[in-house]
């Protein structure tokens, strides 16, 4: 089958996800829908991607505003179509007082890109000495990236068998669990959802320091 009708099952694979999560508890939900690097594609290839999303808003942006689902979009927006950059915006502007559910929507995102370009941004608050460098922490950074107000990741979902992040959220996926599928997106279902979730459920995080199990051994050492 032509690629552009597994795009077409990705957006239905969305569609069903979008709505099972917030009967599975989750608050945010972020989808890699076209990478930095996806524009080196076939022109075909990528106007079709184009389409799809045009589409997706369109048709759906209204069930999304009924359900109570808020639209974030990260990513960076300069140079985009503007009948593209109209419509993204337009989406986190309707959608902007929702509270069931927090869709973020990874648009032309990177994430070095994205960690550059917010290197970039700091640097010029401090050349224009709106800034003390030493005012620049973890905390700040984090603060001026993209995801801004969005709660890092608890866990991330990679379907496709692949086992890499393919540079999605470097920065907030520090301390992430990662579940690798290997089920194509396209595919995806709401049961490979709640086996990703059983599986984070089972997991222990501790952030770099000691586990239950760790301190009860350090304690009887």
Request: net charge neutral.
């Amino acid at each position: 089958m032509p690629r552009l009708a597994g795009h077409r099952a990705g957006v239905e694979a969305l569609r069903k996800t979008v709505r099972a999560a917030p009967g599975l508890g989750i608050s945010f939900l972020t989808v890699y829908a076209f990478s930095s690097e996806n524009w080196s594609r076939p022109k075909s290839e990528v106007s079709d991607l184009m389409g799809l999303l045009k589409l997706f808003i369109r048709r759906d942006l209204a069930e999304l505003h009924q359900s109570g689902v808020r639209v974030r979009i990260i990513g960076d927006r300069t140079g985009l179509q503007s009948d593209i950059r109209t419509l993204l915006e337009e989406a986190e502007t309707l959608t902007v007082r929702n509270t069931a559910l927090t869709l973020i929507i990874a648009f032309n995102y990177g994430g070095r890109d994205e960690i550059v370009r917010t290197a970039r941004k700091l640097a010029s608050a401090v050349a224009r000495g709106e800034l003390d460098s030493e005012a620049i922490t973890a905390e700040s950074f984090a603060g001026a990236l993209d995801t801004k107000g969005i709660p890092d990741p608890e866990l991330v979902i990679r379907t496709s068998g692949e086992l890499r992040l393919s540079n999605f959220l470097l920065w907030q996926a520090a301390y992430s669990e990662l579940v690798f599928l290997p089920c194509y997106w396209p595919d995806f279902s709401r049961e490979h959802l709640v086996d990703a979730l059983r599986d984070f459920a089972g997991r222990e995080r501790r952030f770099g320091g000691l586990g239950a199990q760790d301190v009860a051994v350090t304690a009887k050492g």
